[in-house]
């Protein structure tokens, strides 16, 4: 046996009273033919403890302070103790004989004591503190808010709850989504007071003015002081002014942002004896590098820190073209020469005796290019020394036509990194909706030479336009996902102000719409909600019957209530609905069967055996008439009009296996924005819990992607594809179902498609209940081992559509620890 085990925490059991659990991580084998004693000490007496553990692998990609390679699993430890537990007692975890981990009697009453909770954000509307976090434990859970003088100010207290999975997902003994996240508002003019969540006997209290490090907006006692002071400002200097002192406030916590970035990509970057060593590197194949530069009355300082960091590649074989579309040459020609005195891999190019366009521009650097790959760089920005070594090694072991990389952003001084680019390995959904690829580049010179020059008509989004003419063609898309390439933001920069360039974002728009018309797709391009993020709409080809399948156990009223959204809001008009009846016991349930079964488009089928969602649905769908079939969960509700008919549209592209939604808690915040492998060990939903309003990574959750999985709780698949890949897996009773059929679509070559131009709210089943029980666990346990071995390579490898520089353990991409 392996006896290695590193303790991770201790804490209460948010199931069952008087229960500890004890978590750590171990290697795979670490209980295999073992001995589990779990001894309990008060004074002189040993109490063999009834103990018993489950086991979860982390994923490869997962970052952890463990850093043995064999330390591959988490491990709970599910300890009942006595109802009274002394201080000067003692716990002893030992297996085989081997003392594992020991705590004492304080500890344990400690842990026993505490509420499972986690404050995540902070905020202000002006009025209104704003938290929001999560909650658990096996006793209901009160909140309240005492002011100094210790009065109760429920009252001015709002409080939401709402589910969230990611919490399910840290908890060994639950098995699904629990109603655990909570939004708190309460007025600012309570003053200084404190704010307590009770569970039972156990209570947690926070200070009001003293927490701080929560989550990433301002710590309470700051939102109430600088909510204070923004009512003050505005009396005192008025609104423009007040503007201008809460634009320094954010600048500084930006500033945070950016020390907090910096700080993870300084251990990222290779040390100068890596880049020594990159150096000495002889690759069999050794491409040549033409990096295509347009300049435009560029800054000097700009100019040279760009060639600087050309001429510091770790790879030699390369040339700098640097072409010079000025209204006057004689600056800029001065300062090259100079610098190509020095390497004679720059060249100045300047031949035309007028100003260039930026496509013209670089054309001309083009026709210049002798190089066997194009690199496209901006006259401002910096490549990282290992930018063009990292090119060579991946077209070292697999020569491809398009290569593409991470990038961040540098600041006008050169010196600080801020706003990390990590993009997914090639998404054409998502490049559709906006330039995503970006830089840095890369494309063979084969390629470029047979699509042609950039184009003039779409200056200012001429590279989106040449990306999409590029991938079109390409015979492979490799993605490097390493910060590559900086991107410099500085005043007048689409980086600093992307409303400076609007004309680009309407060339980009255009952009789109010329490669739709190339790939002989009919849709509509809008701009999107933020600058530079688009919106396609495809249209439907005929009017095909779309069987929206719903398996419904009592819960009328949910029942109604997303049938009655779909009747009254939607502008696709030819569905039927097919209604999986799963051993409803109330009377008032069959009387609504009997009422809508007069409808000509609703089929109510009758489920009686035990209760299996994924065979639920596969009855359904195999009893569905439609070319169409919608997965929908009976606790959903459509929000917009065309939802139904944004999701056909998608569905109908031949590539494309299944499309899901944007979902929303009732809250409004997200609910699904895709799904991501590896998340909570298996998958999980991207941004759940998440406000848009906050502002979330790369507008994500607002365009179109391509995923590994959506939830089924919304999920569009053409019934042919369905049937393909053999419905849902019927092994997987409960969970995993959904992200498993994703899984087999993607098999065969299809895409998952997020389309969020199709929202629903889904207010989550409230009909199943906690998995608390030793069944329910197992069983939970048991499909998550048959998903690790169905899937193995992409939990060890790591999502596609995700990045491995993003964290696993929670769901808004922010840098792995």
């Known amino acids: 046996m392996d006896s290695k085990f590193y303790f991770s925490k201790i804490r209460s059991s948010v199931t069952k009273p008087n229960q500890i659990m004890i978590q750590g991580m171990c290697t795979k084998d670490f209980m295999d033919?073992?001995?589990?004693?779990?001894?309990?000490?008060?004074?002189?007496?040993?109490?063999?403890?009834?103990?018993?553990?489950?086991?979860?692998?982390?994923?490869?990609?997962?970052?952890?302070?463990?850093?043995?390679?064999?330390?591959?699993?988490?491990?709970?430890?599910?300890?009942?103790?006595?109802?009274?537990?002394?201080?000067?007692?003692?716990?002893?975890?030992?297996?085989?004989?081997?003392?594992?981990?020991?705590?004492?009697?304080?500890?344990?009453?400690?842990?026993?004591?505490?509420?499972?909770?986690?404050?995540?954000?902070?905020?202000?509307?002006?009025?209104?503190?704003?938290?929001?976090?999560?909650?658990?434990?096996?006793?209901?859970?009160?909140?309240?808010?005492?002011?100094?003088?210790?009065?109760?100010?429920?009252?001015?207290?709002?409080?939401?709850?709402?589910?969230?999975?990611?919490?399910?997902?840290?908890?060994?003994?639950?098995?699904?989504?629990?109603?655990?996240?909570?939004?708190?508002?309460?007025?600012?003019?309570?003053?200084?007071?404190?704010?307590?969540?009770?569970?039972?006997?156990?209570?947690?209290?926070?200070?009001?003015?003293?927490?701080?490090?929560?989550?990433?907006?301002?710590?309470?006692?700051?939102?109430?002081?600088?909510?204070?002071?923004?009512?003050?400002?505005?009396?005192?200097?008025?609104?423009?002014?007040?503007?201008?002192?809460?634009?320094?406030?954010?600048?500084r916590k930006t500033r945070r942002e950016v020390k907090s970035y910096e700080k993870w990509i300084k251990k990222k970057m290779p040390t100068p004896h890596e880049l020594a060593e990159q150096r000495k590197v002889e690759f069999s194949y050794r491409p040549k590098f033409s990096i295509l530069v347009p300049m435009y009355e560029t800054d000097e300082n700009y100019l040279k820190e760009l060639v600087a960091s050309v001429c510091e590649q770790t790879y030699s074989d390369w040339e700098l073209c640097l072409s010079d579309g000025s209204k006057s040459h004689d600056r800029l020609r001065r300062i090259v020469e100079q610098l190509a005195k020095k390497d004679d891999r720059i060249r100045y190019i300047a031949k035309a005796n007028e100003p260039l366009g930026i496509s013209e521009n670089t054309n001309q650097a083009l026709a210049e290019a002798t190089g066997d790959y194009i690199v496209l760089g901006d006259h401002d920005d910096l490549f990282t020394p290992d930018a063009l070594y990292e090119c060579v090694k991946a077209l070292n072991e697999k020569k491809v036509d398009v290569i593409y990389t991470d990038e961040d952003k540098v600041d006008s001084q050169g010196t600080t990194f801020f706003e990390p680019n990590f993009k997914p390995d090639f998404n054409i959904d998502l490049l559709r909706s906006n330039n995503y690829i970006c830089h840095m580049f890369v494309a063979s010179k084969k390629l470029v030479d047979s699509i042609g020059n950039f184009n003039s008509e779409y200056n200012g989004a001429q590279d989106y336009d040449f990306i999409f003419r590029c991938v079109e063609k390409a015979d492979g898309i490799h993605h490097i996902p390493k910060i590559l390439y900086r991107w410099r933001s500085h005043a007048g920069s689409t980086a600093e102000a992307p409303e400076a360039k609007l004309y680009a974002f309407e060339a980009g728009k255009r952009a789109i719409e010329a490669h739709y018309k190339r790939m002989g797709i009919k849709a509509i391009v809008e701009h999107g909600d933020d600058w530079g993020f688009y919106k396609t709409t495809y249209e439907i080809e005929g009017s095909p019957l779309l069987s929206i399948v719903i398996p419904n156990k009592d819960h009328v009223t949910d029942l109604k209530k997303c049938m009655d959204a779909i009747d009254e809001k939607s502008d696709y008009r030819n569905y039927e609905y097919v209604i999986v009846e799963n051993n409803s016991e109330q009377d008032e349930t069959f009387k609504f069967y009997d009422e809508i079964s007069k409808r000509k488009n609703v089929n109510v089928l009758y489920w009686e055996d035990e209760f299996n969602y994924s065979a639920i649905n596969n009855y359904g769908v195999a009893n569905a008439k439609g070319e169409y079939v919608l997965l929908l969960n009976n606790?959903?509700?459509?929000?917009?009009?065309?939802?139904?008919?944004?999701?056909?549209?998608?569905?109908?592209?031949?590539?494309?296996?299944?499309?899901?939604?944007?979902?929303?808690?009732?809250?409004?915040?997200?609910?699904?924005?895709?799904?991501?492998?590896?998340?909570?060990?298996?998958?999980?939903?991207?941004?759940?819990?998440?406000?848009?309003?906050?502002?979330?990574?790369?507008?994500?959750?607002?365009?179109?992607?391509?995923?590994?999985?959506?939830?089924?709780?919304?999920?569009?698949?053409?019934?042919?594809?369905?049937?393909?890949?053999?419905?849902?897996?019927?092994?997987?009773?409960?969970?995993?179902?959904?992200?498993?059929?994703?899984?087999?679509?993607?098999?065969?070559?299809?895409?998952?498609?997020?389309?969020?131009?199709?929202?629903?709210?889904?207010?989550?089943?409230?009909?199943?209940?906690?998995?608390?029980?030793?069944?329910?666990?197992?069983?939970?346990?048991?499909?998550?081992?048959?998903?690790?071995?169905?899937?193995?390579?992409?939990?060890?490898?790591?999502?596609?559509?995700?990045?491995?520089?993003?964290?696993?353990?929670?769901?808004?991409?922010?840098?792995?620890?």
Request: hydrophobic share 35%; proline share 2%.
């Open 33 to 251: 033919g073992v001995t589990l004693d779990v001894m309990y000490r008060d004074g002189n007496d040993d109490c063999r403890l009834n103990t018993s553990y489950s086991m979860n692998q982390i994923p490869v990609t997962q970052d952890s302070y463990i850093k043995d390679e064999n330390i591959k699993y988490k491990i709970t430890f599910s300890i009942d103790m006595p109802e009274n537990i002394a201080d000067k007692a003692s716990l002893r975890l030992i297996i085989d004989g081997k003392l594992i981990y020991k705590c004492s009697g304080e500890k344990l009453k400690k842990a026993a004591g505490e509420i499972n909770t986690c404050i995540e954000n902070i905020s202000s509307d002006g009025t209104h503190l704003i938290i929001k976090g999560w909650c658990i434990d096996k006793a209901d859970i009160d909140i309240d808010v005492v002011d100094s003088e210790g009065v109760s100010r429920k009252d001015k207290l709002a409080v939401d709850w709402y589910m969230r999975s990611d919490v399910a997902e840290e908890f060994a003994e639950l098995s699904e989504p629990v109603m655990a996240g909570f939004v708190l508002r309460f007025p600012h003019d309570i003053g200084k007071a404190t704010l307590k969540l009770t569970a039972g006997d156990k209570v947690n209290s926070y200070p009001i003015g003293g927490m701080s490090g929560y989550g990433s907006t301002s710590p309470i006692g700051s939102a109430v002081k600088y909510a204070k002071k923004t009512v003050d400002s505005l009396k005192d200097y008025g609104f423009k002014a007040t503007l201008e002192r809460a634009k320094h406030l954010i600048e």
């Open 635 to 817: 606790d959903t509700e459509i929000i917009n009009s065309d939802c139904l008919s944004q999701m056909i549209g998608y569905c109908q592209r031949e590539e494309v296996g299944a499309v899901g939604a944007r979902l929303y808690y009732e809250d409004g915040s997200i609910q699904h924005a895709g799904v991501v492998i590896g998340f909570g060990g298996i998958a999980g939903h991207a941004f759940v819990g998440l406000r848009e309003e906050a502002g979330l990574y790369q507008s994500r959750t607002k365009v179109a992607c391509d995923y590994s999985a959506v939830t089924a709780a919304c999920l569009m698949t053409k019934k042919s594809v369905f049937e393909e890949v053999g419905g849902l897996e019927e092994s997987f009773k409960v969970a995993f179902n959904d992200i498993d059929f994703c899984m087999k679509i993607r098999k065969t070559g299809k895409l998952i498609v997020y389309n969020p131009n199709a929202k629903l709210y889904h207010y989550e089943s409230k009909s199943r209940g906690l998995e608390d029980t030793p069944e329910k666990i197992e069983r939970f346990n048991s499909e998550m081992r048959r998903f690790q071995n169905r899937w193995p390579e992409i939990l060890d490898e790591g999502d596609p559509y995700y990045n491995v520089n993003l964290t696993l353990d929670k769901a808004d991409f922010s840098c792995r620890a």
